[in-house]
Nanobody, 125 residues
Framework: QVQLVESGGGLVQAGGSLRLSCAAS????????TGWFRQAPGKEREFVAA????????VYQDSVKGRFTISRDNAKNTGFLQMNSLKPEDTAVYYC??????????????????WGQGTQVTVSS
């Protein structure tokens, strides 16, 4: 079983930045895809960004393009989500997910095998 531990969430003013981390541990250290999803109160969980494949190809949800950057350090089994120019609309619980093998489009939740516990991000106006 792979365990994902997230950190870096917190309270930030609009226009500020946060960097989320997702550390993976368990029997296997390899991953095909690392993704980030978020869920705000009263809303469904939505895809934010993903990085996948040997080439570390990236995909972003339209609302975060140009503001968020996803990356990962494969040797350290750690993923990151750099969030800049934050808006109050970005307020949500952010979840890290890891898929060990190709299972479909990385924007779908069922492409992933393991999920973190979530970390709260609050952006004040």
């Amino acid at each position: 079983q792979v365990q994902l531990v997230e950190s870096g969430g917190g309270l930030v003013q609009a226009g500020g930045s946060l960097r989320l981390s997702c550390a993976a541990s368990g029997r296997t250290s390899s991953s095909y895809a690392t993704g980030w999803f978020r869920q705000a109160p009263g809303k469904e969980r939505e895809f934010v960004a993903a990085i996948a494949g040997p080439g570390d190809n990236t995909v972003y949800q339209d609302s975060v393009k140009g503001r968020f950057t996803i990356s990962r350090d494969n040797a350290k089994n750690t993923g990151f989500l750099q969030m800049n120019s934050l808006k109050p609309e970005d307020t949500a619980v952010y979840y890290c997910a890891v898929g060990l093998r190709f299972r479909g489009w990385v924007g779908r939740p069922d492409a992933y095998d393991y999920w973190g516990q979530g970390t709260q991000v609050t952006v004040s106006s």
